[in-house]
DNA sequence: AGCATATTTAGAATGATTCTAATTCCTTGT
DNA sequence: ACAAGGAATTAGAATCATTCTAAATATGCT
């Protein structure tokens, strides 16, 4: 059987050059983070994934998206010590936390802007990744 | 009685700004952040106050160290899901965080960084405050 | 001194996540 | 097709940091 999108097909195939399967599960997950991108908890991904799979397990559900992590298919995100919350977009960005709406926006970051942030790091600290987050409040249009 | 160093005066200065009493753990707690600046925790803070002060609870710890962050004397750090740390650095700073040592390290940030990093930011997000983690191994030197 | 309010305290409760052990599901070798 | 072995899923227990609760103490003020 042949893959029935790009995505899971991207999926199924990252999960074996992990040596990793692909499962129903798996698929379920992974097309809940695409399907809506607003950084969901684990819980929310949980309820979102029931519909469409009654029978899955909140175990199974931190299973797949820590699995999706390792991957490089999904970014956790943190803001204090709330829920750890799940993106899917892999280009680099830093996040935006709307302290009034709880809102989690997505920030682009132009290449060259990391690299000037680095620039900031004695010549002994070798950073594997950088975090960038904001505080604030966002004007949404209506 | 009069304050008997510049930090506690402090101390006790910004507490009643906010309307707060100066009592005498949270002399402790602060001064214990300050005498050691390797971002405790508040099980850390616990250990290192009880020898001068056996009766602290970790209740108290916690309300303190909350108490010191809303006076801003104290910042409040997390990585990834784990136990919140606390750093009486009050200059503008991002940290390092060591992934095999766990170490946290601090890094000043030159004037003007946060501004540059803040400039990536669509007209419409208005950010209240910026944070950098960097994550990556250090060679201290030895 | 007496009162109102802040603060501290011990222990219970909470919330997110991880662990455990049992089951189910593949995948591969025969 | 079939059995073995490992991978994945599951329900529920356990864990960990933190917050809450209610009672006891301490403090500042009139």
Redesign the pocket.
Known sequence: MVSNSDSSGALAQR?SDS????????EVIYSVLLKKRDHP???DVFARAKPE?P??????????L??LVQCNLVRAV?FE?????YCPNLRPHAHFHDEQTGATHDIDLPAGVLDQVKSVLPVNFDAASVEIIFRGKARTET
């Open positions: 999960l040596g990793l399967r692909s499962t129903p599960q798996r908890t684990a819980e799979m029978m899955i397990s909140l175990a199974t559900v931190y299973n797949c820590e699995t943190n010590r709330g829920p750890t919350r």
